[in-house]
Structures are given as C-alpha cells and as structure tokens.
C-alpha cells in the first residue's frame, strides 16, 4: 500500500496491515467463510486463478472467527454468527 494511491492488491483486504475489523464486521464475516465454503464444496473454484485469493481468505476468516484463536470474546462470535445468516455477500468471480 502506497499512501494517496488505489490498492493494487485485488481482494486482499484481510492481509492488509491497514484494516481494521471491529465487532460490527464479524458477521459479514462468518456470511463470507459460509458462501466461500459452499463454493469450494459445489464447484472447482480453487482450481482457478481464484482459488488462491479464496483459500488465503478463508484462512484468514478461520483465525478471526475461530473462538481458540480470536482476539474476539466467545459471546461476539456467536452473536456475529448469529447474525450472519441474514448477511448477503456479493461476491465477483
């Protein structure tokens, strides 16, 4: 990332030093881990230019989401998990 310049890192957002994620953002998070699992059971996505992109993301979803490893109580994962199943995602392929 430069300073006062577009990212040049398509959909990596959560590699990223800069981000942030707070507690309002783990749903849409558990709502991405749900639809990229759906995608690598139903289709050959990880066998695209795609797949690496989605496996780095999904491993980074699992160490945020993942209740032995998160910096995020037990209580604001269930809830986010919760609230995920009325979280869409939009995904571009």
Excluded: H, W
């Excluded at 289709?43 to 979803?61: K, M, Y």
């Amino acid at each position: 990332y430069t300073p006062g310049k577009p990212c040049s890192t398509y959909n990596m957002c959560l590699s990223c030093p800069n981000i942030i994620i707070t507690k309002s953002d783990l749903p849409k998070l558990f709502a991405m881990k749900k639809d990229y699992l759906v995608k690598i059971q139903n289709t050959r996505i990880l066998d695209t230019p795609f797949g690496e992109v989605i496996s780095t993301n999904l491993a980074l979803i699992n160490e945020i989401t993942d209740k032995d490893k998160s910096k995020f109580s037990f209580n604001e994962l269930d809830e986010a998990e919760i609230l995920s199943l009325y979280v869409e995602t939009t995904e571009i392929y």
